[in-house]
Structures are given as C-alpha cells and as structure tokens.
C-alpha cells in the first residue's frame, strides 16, 4: 500500500518536474527564436541589464515577451477549461469549444466586422475583443439556461452543439452579406494566433484568467466528489445545482478569455487534459488542475513557438500546429494505454 | 457634399490649431508669424481626392490631414522637429525610408515615381505582384516579404528601421496590428484610396506619395497624364451601351460593383451606363454586392456589355469557361453578341493607369472593330464557337 503510494508520488513528482523542465527550455527558446537574431549575451543585458541596442530591447520586451507570456497564460487557461468540461460531462472528447463558445465569439465578431465596418472605417481592437467575449458568454448564458431544465449531461453536450449551429447559422447569413475583405478577415480571426499581443492584452487575460484558475484549485475537493458521481458529491454536502452552473461558468470564463484574445484555439483543451491525466494515472483535482495548467501553458508555447519560427516571416495558426502536432501524440498514448 | 466638404474644412480647422501652438519656437527659428506660430504658404491642389489633403507651411513643413482622422507632419531633411507638434499629429522626417508597403495599389504609385528604393518590406510576396518592378526588386532582395497585414513580422519589421507602415484599409479589420506598429514606435499610415469615389481620385493619391517620397512634381505629372484622358473623354457624347462588371465566386453568387462605386465611375466616364441602378447600400462603406443568380440574371441578362472581375476568381480563357461557372450566363445579351471581355489580374495593381483604363472601357463601348481582341488592361473571350479571334 506504501509502496503504491510512493510510486504515485514519484510519478506526479516525475510529471512536475519534467513539465517544468520543458516549460523553462520552451521559455528560453521562445525568448530566443524569431526572424532577428539577437544573440544569448544581449539577451541577458536586456532583461537583466536593460541596455544594448533599443531595436533588440524593443524586440524582447515588446514582440517576443508579452506574446509568450500570453501563451503560458491562456495555454494554461484551455487546458483548465477542458479538464472541468470533461469532468463535467464525463466525457474524454469534451472540449471547451464543445458548449458553442467559439461559434458565438465568431458571431459577434461578425456582427462588429460587417456591420460596424461596413458603416465607419474603423474600430478598436478592445471592440473586437469585447465582441468575441460577449459572443462567448452569450452561448454559455443559453447552456446555463438549458441547463437548469435539462437534468442529462449528454442532452446538454447536445444543446451545447446547437447552439453552436445557431451561431454558425448566424454567421453565415451577415457572411451572405459581407464583402470579401470581411470573409477574409473573419476566416483569419477565426484560425487564431498570440500575433500582437501587447503587456496591456497580458494585464487584462492575467486579471481573468488566475483569479479564475485559482478558484478552480479551490474548488478540487467538490471536483473530486463530483468525479466519484453525482449522489457521491450530493452526499458530501455539495449543492449540485450551483456546482454544475459554476463549472459551466468558470470553464466558459476561461475559454471566452483565450477566444477573445486570441481566436478560437482548437484541440489543447481536449489534448492536454487528457495527456495529463494519462501521466499522472489519476484525475484528482488538486493534483491534475495545477499540473494541466501547467501543461497546457507548455503545449501553447511549444506549438506557438513551431508556429511562428517555422515557415518565418510566414505565420502558421496556433491550432494548424496543435492539431498537427498533437494529434499524432494523444493517439499514441491512447494505443499504447489500450496496448498495456 | 456640402456637409462633406464643411467637416473637413471644420476637420483641418480644427486639426491646425493645436499645430499653431505646438510648434511655434521651431516657426520662430523658421521666421514666419510669431503670433499664429505657423504660417500657411498654401495647399495642395486636388482634382478629386476626397480623402486627404495637404497644407503646406513656412519652412518646408507640410501636414497631411487623411480622413480616418490621422495626421502627418513632413519635416524637411534640413528643418528640425518641432518640439511640441500636438499629440494627435505623427512626425515623419524626410528622407523616408524602409517603408513597409502593405497597400498593394500603393506600389505602383511609388513604382511610377521611380521610389521603389524607400520601400524595404513588402507585405505582399514577390509571386503575388504584377508589377514587374516590384516584382524585380523583391527577388532581388531590395525589398523582403515582411508578412501579411494582419500577421505581420515585428520584429522583421523593427530590425529593418522601418519609417512608415503604410497599411490598406483591410488594417482596419485587424486593428490590434495598427496599435502594435504604433506601440513599437513605426508610424502607420492607412492608404484610404479605396474609399475614393472617383477612379482619378485613387490616382490622385500619387500626389501624397511624390510629398513622402520628395517628388512632388514628378507625382503632379503623372497625374495630370492621366487626368487628360478623362478630359478628352469628357467631350465625347455618352453612348447608351450597358455593361455589367461582375465574377463568379466559388459559392455560385454573382458578385458585382455596388453601384456609384469608382468602378462603375469607371463605365460611366468611359460613356458606357452600370446595368444596376441602385445597388447596394450607399451609406456603406464595402464596395461589392453578392447577388443571388437569379437576381443578377433578371437585370444583367439585358446588358450589352460583360467585363468579368478576373482579380479573385483568376482570368478566363474562353466564354464556355464562363458559362461553365453557371449555364444562365449563355442567355445573356453580351454572350450570344460576343461581348465578353475579362480584366486582366493586373488591373487593380494599376492605380497610375485609371486614365488609360476608362478609354480602354470607352474603346469597348465604341470601337466596332472585330479584330478588337487586346487591350491594355482586359481582353476579348473567344465566343463558344470560337468565332473571336482572341488571342488567348
């Protein structure tokens, strides 16, 4: 019994420490990468010293910087959102876009691009982003509406994807409409990217999503009952009406942030939680929601990095690289645990 | 248009005031009036640019007024910044250089003034461009891709000391580039020429470019070329001959000009008249119209004239290509007369060529000639039956 324990121990200890490490080596790479070379020394002088060449200081602290930090931070935030979905529905493929949260951010942003532009030449990029958080919430405001009729999780998952056509409906009709700059700009919005984020972006996806996150660390006792099911959770004093609305809620919060900043970003939030909880053979909250964030921040660097060096001055998607590179991952370990 | 016209002269009124105490000492130094500070020489001339204008002040100065509201102070090379120019107004010193062009009708201004040397980045790639200067120097490495307007290489763009982001209005779609540009410390500046109404008021903008670049006169030039082909046009009587300027896209809709667009200007200078009347909002800002086929076929059917859009769906070869994107087509007056003509993908890249481009339309319309298969900016598609004598 000791032993088991130890071993599970070893094994988060393991997970930790390797995630930190490859968190640190991506850090370091991301800092370094990019189309200018700036060499290891000045690196060191500018964030440390804050001398030398302003291109290059400007280069760090204003290009590579913040959109690194904005990937750790909404990496991480994805992979939360997916890890309380998935708990939620009981369901592996549960992912944070399944409730119909980018199909609603895409709407709005639609709504803005192709009638706001089409009337004044132009518009802010905190409208844009607005825009794409209320479409978010607005989807998830008819789930949580939904959800307090539908008992089913399943019928919920299926609400979620309705909503999700609606919007998609909605979006093709003001599309019908749009000229081609607008088609064009939607299609690039909706393929999303970290490209140009700025420290007041970072300020403002930092404030949402930690409070956010920490909350949800708080929340990994009723979590973990919840996962032992729902009478289990009942029995344990957790009031099962407001957990389920505020898992909803939190997830939805988190997901809203990430699409509103950086467009919808698909596949980490059903990868990532997936792969940690295939590491860490277990899915209790207070161990697998620091640990995902942490996974997920690793992930988005790691494909942000791919995305933005590889094919340079050209820019892949954020999810193109996700998907390419993490689908392949996640089968493997699916075949392998099912090998075993 | 007289509201129009009172905003900007309100706009410029109220534009210049800040600029009259802001940069005073550096008038003082300049000589010039020292109870207004600056001391207006002028204005550019304009014939039909809407969009921007230019005041020109003692010492060189000139401010550039664009109707997204921006503003741009040209210092001389030999002149010095004023200290306190007002917040809302963008110091760019000349000479310019290591502009990163995005707006794509822009390139052919600069080509034509013989300025393809302050330009170093290039938001379009070498393959995409038809202009064969542009073309040229970007495989030549004078001029290096630097990423698509709403992705662009930052940091590509700072290491080469860019002096001006001069963006098309697709910015506006993504104006979290612009704010970026501005946060790193690259000027930006939104070539609003796609919002003129008239299609020699694109051509116009050439004259801003000649001010950036210090070819004022060569600009002014070019211009007045151009503009005499509208005038000689301007003599001859209107025929009645419709024309319908239209693609196919690849859901199926047709989708044309809206009408009073600077294209449907275009037909209308040449002598020819829109098929559609009243299409599309006015009040709008977009400039095409997606039309359902049925609809389209109801009123375009009757138009003597086809010019097809080649710029997104590619040019055609052949009429039965055209017919291929939707067998409506082949009912259509201009079909079965072999009026069809195709644009060649150029057309749009060709800003300083507007003149030259209305009395190709106006040849169009006019010129019986069969033999008529070339021109500068469209071509003849051989008919089905291969009647025409096409070239291509």
């Known amino acids: ?24 080596v991506l850090i370091l790479l991301n800092i370094k990468s990019g189309s200018v070379n700036v060499s290891i020394k000045d690196i060191i002088n500018i964030l440390f010293h804050g001398s030398v060449n302003e291109t290059n200081y400007n280069i760090i602290w204003k290009v590579r910087l913040p959109r690194m930090t904005a990937s750790i931070i ?15 529905f009981n369901n592996p493929i549960a992912g944070p876009y399944v ?15 192709i009638t706001v532009l089409s009337r004044y030449h132009s518009v802010s990029s905190a409208v ?19 959800s307090r009729r539908v008992q089913s999780v399943s019928m919920l998952i299926v609400c979620g994807v309705m909503i999700g056509y609606i919007c998609s409906a909605v979006t093709d009709i003001m599309i019908t409409f749009a000229d081609d700059a607008n088609i064009v700009n939607l299609h690039n919005w909706s393929l999303g990217s970290f490209s140009g ?33 729902e009478s289990y959770a009942k029995n344990m004093g957790v009031n099962i009406k407001l957990f389920r609305i505020m898992l909803v809620l939190l997830s939805s919060f988190l997901c809203a942030c990430v699409t509103a900043f950086a467009g919808p970003i698909s596949f980490v939030g059903i990868a990532v939680p997936h792969l940690v909880k295939s590491f860490l053979k277990t899915s209790k909250p ?3 929601t620091p640990i995902c964030f942490l996974g997920g921040s690793v992930f988005c660097l790691g494909c942000d990095l791919i995305a933005r060096t590889l094919f340079a001055p050209v ?26 | 248009m007289i509201k129009k016209r009172c905003i900007s002269i309100a706009m410029v009124i109220m534009m210049t005031l800040p600029l009259f105490s802001g940069c005073s000492r550096s008038m003082e130094e300049n000589g010039k009036n020292p109870e207004n500070g600056w001391q207006q020489e002028g204005s550019m001339e304009l014939k039909y640019a809407e969009n921007f204008n230019v005041d020109y002040y003692k010492g060189g100065y000139s401010l550039i007024s664009i109707s997204d509201g921006s503003r741009y102070l040209i210092v001389p090379e030999d002149q010095d910044i004023p200290t306190n120019p007002g917040e809302d107004i963008t110091i760019l010193k000349q000479p310019i250089s290591n502009i990163y062009l995005v707006a794509t009708s822009a390139m052919c201004l600069f080509d034509a003034l013989n300025s393809l040397d302050s330009i170093s980045l290039s938001g379009t790639k070498a393959k995409d461009w038809y202009i064969e200067n542009a073309r040229a120097a970007m495989e030549a490495g004078d001029i290096t891709y630097a990423g698509k307007y709403n992705i662009p290489d930052y940091e590509l763009i700072m290491s080469s000391n860019c002096g001006l982001a001069i963006e098309s209005t697709m910015i506006n779609h993504t104006p979290e580039v612009k704010e970026k540009l501005k946060e790193l410390g690259i000027p930006v500046l939104t070539d609003q020429s796609s919002y003129e109404s008239h299609p020699l008021g694109r051509t116009e903008w050439i004259k801003l470019y000649g001010l950036l670049t210090g070819k004022e006169s060569e600009a002014k030039q070019l211009f007045d070329e151009q503009a005499e082909y509208i005038d000689k046009l301007a003599d001859q009587e209107k025929t009645d001959k419709t024309v319908a300027f239209f693609y196919i896209s690849s859901s199926g809709n ?13 037909i209308e200078l040449a002598g020819g008249n829109y098929i559609f009347d009243h299409l599309g909002n006015p009040e709008s800002a977009t400039s095409t119209v997606t039309l359902e086929m049925e609809e389209f076929y109801a009123t375009a059917k009757d138009a003597d004239f086809i010019i097809y859009n080649s710029t997104i769906d590619g040019e055609l070869s052949s009429v039965e290509e055209l017919i291929g994107k939707n067998s409506l087509l082949k009912d259509f007056k201009a079909v079965k007369n072999n009026n069809v003509w195709c644009t060649s993908k150029n057309m749009f890249q060709e800003t300083t060529q507007f003149g030259l481009m209305i009395s190709d339309i106006h040849r169009v319309l006019t010129d019986d000639d069969k033999d008529l298969t070339e021109l500068n900016f469209m071509y003849k598609l051989p008919a089905a039956d291969g009647e025409s004598n096409g070239k291509r």
């Open chain 2, 254 to 266: 047709a989708i044309a000009r809206k009408s009073g667009d600077y294209v449907t200007r275009m």
């Open chain 1, 197 to 229: 984020t700025s420290w007041k972006d970072v300020g403002v996806m930092a404030s949402v999503v930690l409070p956010t996150s920490l909350i949800v660390f708080l929340m990994s006792k009723p979590i973990g009952a919840y996962q032992l099911g």
């Open chain 1, 286 to 288: 207070l161990i697998v």
């Open chain 1, 1 to 24: 019994m000791e032993k088991g324990k130890g071993t599970r121990y070893i094994r988060y200890i393991t997970t930790l420490i390797v995630l930190i490490i490859l968190f640190v």
């Open chain 1, 74 to 88: 909404l990496g991480g935030a994805l992979a939360l959102s997916g890890f309380l979905l998935q708990t939620f």
């Open chain 1, 315 to 340: 820019e892949l998607s954020v999810s193109t690289v996700s998907s390419i590179f993490g689908v392949p991952i996640v089968i493997y370990i699916m075949l392998k645990k099912r090998v075993q």
């Open chain 1, 128 to 146: 844009l982003i607005a825009a794409a958080f209320a479409g978010a919430m607005l989807s998830m405001g008819f789930v949580l509406i939904i």
């Open chain 1, 99 to 113: 409730l119909g949260i980018s199909s609603g951010s895409k709407m709005m942003v639609a709504i803005v691009m």
